[in-house]
Nanobody, 127 residues
Framework: QIELVESGGGLVQAGGSLRLSCAAS????????MGWFRQAPGKEREFVAS????????YYADSVKGRFTISRDNAKNTVYLQMDALKSEDTAVYYC????????????????????WGQGTQVTVSS
């Protein structure tokens, strides 16, 4: 079991920035691939970004590519999502997720692959 706690959400104007953090505890963090997903009201949960155990491999949804950056600090057991040039359509609850994948070089975009989830943090972008 790995526990995940997100923080950093809030209200921001369009064009602004936020950095989300996800703190992990309970297992060896570096053995897990990490991802960020989001869910807007009335919509299905969608993939945002993912990162492998070392941070050397990342993947982004087309909708956030060039604006969002995922990173991790294995010494701090934390994964981050830097969100720049925010748009109103980025408004959603953002979830951190993890699955066991030591030494993996390709990360999953399918939510079903992820074993553990945080409780989510609300991001609201006003236009």
């Amino acid at each position: 079991q790995i526990e995940l706690v997100e923080s950093g959400g809030g209200l921001v104007q369009a064009g602004g920035s936020l950095r989300l953090s996800c703190a992990a505890s309970g297992r060896t963090f570096r053995n897990y691939a990490m991802g960020w997903f989001r869910q807007a009201p009335g919509k299905e949960r969608e993939f945002v970004a993912s990162i492998n155990w070392s941070g050397g491999s990342t993947y982004y949804a087309d909708s956030v590519k060039g604006r969002f950056t995922i990173s991790r600090d294995n010494a701090k057991n934390t994964v981050y999502l830097q969100m720049d040039a925010l748009k109103s359509e980025d408004t959603a609850v953002y979830y951190c997720a993890a699955y066991f994948d030591p030494w993996g070089t390709i990360t999953a975009t399918n939510a079903a692959r992820y074993e553990f989830w945080g409780q989510g943090t609300q991001v609201t972008v006003s236009s």
